[in-house]
């Protein structure tokens, strides 16, 4: 690969850098996702890097380009699309596109033969040395293998034309050359023996012949084919021979390793990149076209469609580039089992027929099937052929024939051809049918077929879920609009049970129809989510059963990737991470990214986010059971751990001066996320947020009582902070059962702690104080002093709530007592500031101060910003309270700055309600407005109660401002 400006060539970097200037340059005008960019680079083994890799070679090769760029009347530019990169240059200036124009220019019938035999010529002395010579991996060897044949078939073409012409001799010089490269290739020898016969060298053209049939012998064990014997015939008994011999007016065809031609016809290369067409095979091979049909193999259309108008969309769009371009365009409609892929396909098929005069081919390979076993490639050829008129005998034995056969007779031809049911992209490939024709594929699949969309530039098109309307519709159009309105009260929920699942849909509306005592409440309950959910969407007919449909796409997979959805059906969802699946499969994270990417591929689980994978509501159901089947307690052991001490990591660095808790060591195989900062920490802590939530519930349910009160303990502060109280409540509760299950007093006293925490935010107050008495009896009996005083100031903070701020005060000074005992600076700190709140509801307001700013000099030598902020809140409060309100607003600001730096939610809703105060004090309403929707929008979510005594008050306060005269207006302006 080489790179010329103003006739000097450029030095293109090092080889990763060239392999994705040249994974650009093969399909220049088109854009290449970064997928396929990362593929093509680095293979199957992409490092974790790649992404960030792929873009700094991007931004160099950009650079690069910019000479190039600069020139007149040159327009290449490396553009980033929402679809990938696309290099956009002028294609005659890239060697590889030069040839193919013209070549494609030299295959037109119309065109005479020295016009071929130029244009050929040109196109040949392009080629200087290997295609992308220098470049390792699959991908690049795939594209030089592509190459090599394209070139050889470009030459066959041009030594025809030239022999027609009856000029011999530079055929002979360039067939010569190769013939040594390519010992094997018929044709190529074919041509040669013809041209030097021509030239009247027939001993050196049988001595050609018997070289062919010696390396034939020798490395395949095979005679020479048809062609070549026929030929030898000629040559020993001197019967004269066409100039171009079987090969005569065909332009250029594609070779295989022996490039033989079966029953006369050409054989198809074996490389999926050169889907050049062969001319049609001599008249004997077909029926004569009166006899010969037109194929009309669709199914029929089906009876009810609903949705999908932006796919339907697509695949108009494509088949109007396809009709503008006159070259074959195909289609990949892939989705899980179920989606409709095959009735999206025949729908739009029906409703274009006019667009395909010469009818429509189809077949069900089989790929996903309740045996196993997906149609051969050969038998659905085979099928092709005879519906297209060939005669029986006259198709060929070989697959390699009888493609070549295929594509010749669809050369020309305007067809649909819909290829229902792919496995995988090999079994496809062989029924394309090629540039020559005219013709539109669509495919259908679990698969996403990747190959057929990097090396044969097909569409892909997945198919999602149909929405909640669509659904509705579905159900009324099978049902009747009187019976889905007569089950309003259920209908939604029924819809939701089957998540957009076509099949689903349908199974539910059979059982409905067959069944007219069947209730929606029966139906209803039958498709909550639990175990045995499937057997309500089962129908005795596998073709039309979810759970039977899903088992043959598991079946389809290799061992990992079976193993790793099995386990995946652990996981309660809603979603799982790379590192998580991991940890489940007890593999390194790199690797299960692969196999996660291969269940992608199967529709069997969906990438959204960076590096998540969720599936489908019922493929999760069918994983699920599967699991049930064989419970592996060490990967449940592995997931729990897993995310006990990843929250355990986040908790620490999401508030460092926490008083932590022992965690037994991971079990082996485990995959603990790396964060690095209290932003890592946060980014993962919200991403996990649902996640988190079940697995507390699950590890519970499973008897894992250790992780779960863990869990939940790792969850506290980070649900308080982001006022998720709801959440807090439900996910403690969990974690006291557990405890108390496995009588854990440690876990039971920070349970009961954090409980109460919940108890308060949701006004049950005497039930917190409950909690808290429990939770100190339990630290008192562990002889766990700083727990212990903990709790103390949680008990103050609930009597000071409830107005009882004597026994607040009593309960700090006990705190402060106990840490100041144990050399706790955190918690004095802490208990410092409780006393200073506590002396200025008793209106001691002197001493409240010196309280709070003891504390904030300890929080600030310690580094501890939440604090810090808390006490920067009650330092404003006390400044309100003496009338300073504007000192009081530079505290609140303080403190609204520390809470927002460490993500605290709750403590910047209290620090906004107190400054709202201060500002409406000063006469600033509109600040004080400010200040309190900020509050509600935060405090919406997690306090219900507090959030409507904040509207209250904001309406207060509208009414106040409106019952204000023109003339207060007037003063406050002066």
Not at 111 to 137: F, M, S, T, Y
Not at 479 to 508: D, N
Not at 587 to 597: A, D, G, H
Not at 869 to 876: F, K, M, V
Request: proline fraction near 6%; charged fraction near 25%; aromatic fraction near 4%.
């Amino acid at each position: 690969m080489e790179l010329i400006v103003a006739g000097r060539s450029v030095n293109l970097g090092p080889p990763k850098q060239r392999a994705v200037l040249a994974a650009l340059i093969v399909d220049a005008g088109q854009p290449v996702s970064v997928p396929v960019l990362v593929d093509r680079v680095w293979d199957q083994h992409p490092p974790a890097g790649a992404r960030n890799a792929l873009y700094v070679h991007v931004m160099r090769i950009r650079r690069l380009l910019a000479p190039v760029a600069a020139r007149p009347k040159t327009h290449t530019r490396l553009r980033r699309r929402p679809d990938g990169y696309l290099l956009d240059v002028d294609p005659d200036a890239v060697d590889l596109h030069r040839f193919r124009r013209l070549v494609d220019a030299a295959r037109q019938p119309a065109v005479p033969q020295n016009r071929r035999a130029a244009l050929l010529d040109e196109a040949l002395e392009l080629w200087r040395g290997d295609p992308l010579a220098g470049l390792g991996g699959s991908w690049p060897q795939q594209v030089r293998e592509s190459c090599r044949r394209q070139r050889l078939e470009a030459t066959l073409g041009w030594a025809e034309a030239q022999l027609a012409l009856d000029h011999p001799d530079p055929v002979i010089a360039r067939l010569g050359e190769l013939a040594d490269d390519y010992p094997l290739v018929e044709p190529l020898a074919a041509s040669l023996m013809r041209a030097l016969q021509q030239a009247g060298r027939t001993a050196e053209a049988l001595d050609r012949y018997a070289t062919v049939r010696q390396h034939l012998a020798e490395e395949l064990g095979i005679d020479p084919g048809d062609e070549l014997q026929i030929l030898h015939q000629a040559l020993l008994t001197g019967a004269p021979q066409n100039a171009g011999g079987a090969r005569r007016g065909t332009g250029s065809g594609p070779v295989t390793a022996t490039g033989r031609a079966t029953s006369g016809h050409t054989a198809r290369s074996a490389d999926p990149g050169s889907a050049h067409p062969v001319v049609p095979p001599p008249s004997e091979t077909v029926m004569d076209a009166e006899d010969a049909p037109v194929p009309r193999q669709l199914l029929a259309v089906p009876p009810i469609f609903v949705g999908r108008r932006q796919e339907l969309n697509r695949l108009t769009e494509l088949l109007g580039d396809e009709l503008a371009s006159c070259s074959g365009v195909a289609a990949v409609v892939s989705g899980v089992g179920g989606m409709g892929k095959t009735w999206l396909a025949l729908h739009w098929a029906h409703q274009h027929l006019n667009r395909f005069p010469d009818g429509q081919l189809y077949v069900n390979l089989r790929g996903f099937s309740p045996d196993n076993r997906p149609l051969p490639v050969s038998t659905a050829i085979r099928g092709f052929l005879e519906a297209l008129g060939t005669r029986p005998e006259s198709i060929p034995r070989d697959l390699d024939g009888q493609t070549a056969l295929y594509r010749s007779l669809m050369a020309g031809r305007r067809m649909l051809v819909l290829l229902d049911n792919a496995r995988d992209a090999d079994q496809v490939r062989a029924l394309l049918p090629g540039s020559a024709s005219h013709s539109f594929v669509v495919i259908t699949s679990r698969d996403q077929l990747v190959g057929l969309l990097t090396t044969e530039g097909a569409y892909p098109l997945p198919l999602d879920p149909l929405s909640t309307q669509q659904s509705l519709d579905l159900l009324a159009r099978r049902l009747g609009r009187g019976r889905t309105a007569a089950w309003a009260a259920r209908i939604e929920q029924i819809v939701a049970s089957c998540a957009g699942l076509p099949l689903a849909l349908s199974i539910v509306a059979a059982r409905a129809s067959t069944n007219r005592a069947l209730s929606p409440d029966d139906l209803a309950d039958d498709l909550v989510d639990r175990p045995g959910r499937l057997d309500a969407l089962a129908t005795g007919e596998p073709t039309a059963d979810v759970r039977a449909v899903l088992s043959w796409s598991w079946r389809a997979l290799r061992p990992e990737p079976a193993r790793l959805f099995r386990l995946l059906g652990l996981h309660p969802g809603p979603d799982v991470s790379a590192a998580a699946a991991a940890s489940l499969a007890g593999l390194p994270v790199n690797p299960t990214k692969r196999i996660l990417e291969h269940l992608s591929r199967a529709h069997l689980v969906s990438g959204h986010g960076l590096g998540r994978y969720t599936s489908h509501d019922l493929v999760r159901a069918y994983a699920a059971e599967l699991a049930a089947d064989d419970d592996d307690r060490d990967a449940r052991q592995r997931l729990y751990d897993h995310y006990v001490h990843t929250a355990h990591a986040a908790a620490l660095l999401t508030d460092p001066h926490r008083d932590t808790i022992d965690l037994p060591a991971p079990t082996t195989g485990v995959a603990v996320e790396r964060l690095h900062d209290r932003a890592d920490a946060s980014r993962w802590l919200n991403a996990e947020r649902p996640v988190l939530l079940a697995i507390v519930a699950d590890a519970e349910r499973a008897g894992y009582d250790g992780h779960a009160w863990r869990l939940s303990w790792a969850l506290a502060t980070f649900l308080s902070r982001q006022a998720y109280w709801q959440d807090l409540a439900s996910v403690q509760r969990i974690a006291l059962r557990a405890a108390k299950h496995g009588r854990d007093i440690l876990g039971q006293a920070h349970t009961l702690r954090e409980l109460a925490l919940a108890a308060v935010q949701v006004g049950r107050h005497d039930e917190a104080v409950a909690h808290l008495r429990d939770a100190c009896r339990l630290f008192i009996e562990l002889d766990l002093p700083s727990g212990h005083a903990y709790t103390r100031l949680y008990l103050g903070w609930v009597y000071e709530l409830q107005g009882r701020h004597r026994a607040a005060l009593a309960e700090d000074e006990r705190a402060l007592s106990i840490f100041a005992d144990v050399g706790h600076k955190v918690g004095q700190a802490r208990a410092l500031n409780a006393l200073g709140w506590d002396h200025a509801q008793l209106g001691d307001l002197a001493t409240a101060l010196d309280h709070c700013l003891r504390a904030l000099t300890l929080h600030e030598a310690m580094g501890n910003v939440t604090a810090a902020a808390q006490t920067w809140d009650s330092l404003g409060y006390i400044h309100h309270r003496l009338g300073e309100y504007d000192r009081a607003v530079s505290c609140f600001d303080l403190a609204l700055e520390l809470s927002r730096q460490v993500g605290d939610r709750f403590q910047e809703a209290e620090s906004l309600l107190h400054l709202g105060e201060s500002h409406l004090c000063l006469g600033r309403p509109d600040a004080t407005r400010q200040a309190w929707q900020r509050a509600v929008v935060l405090l919406r979510d997690g306090s219900p109660a507090e959030t409507e005594r904040l509207r209250r008050r904001l309406l207060e306060l509208e009414e106040a401002t409106a019952a204000r005269t023109p003339d207060d207006h007037a003063g406050g302006q002066g």
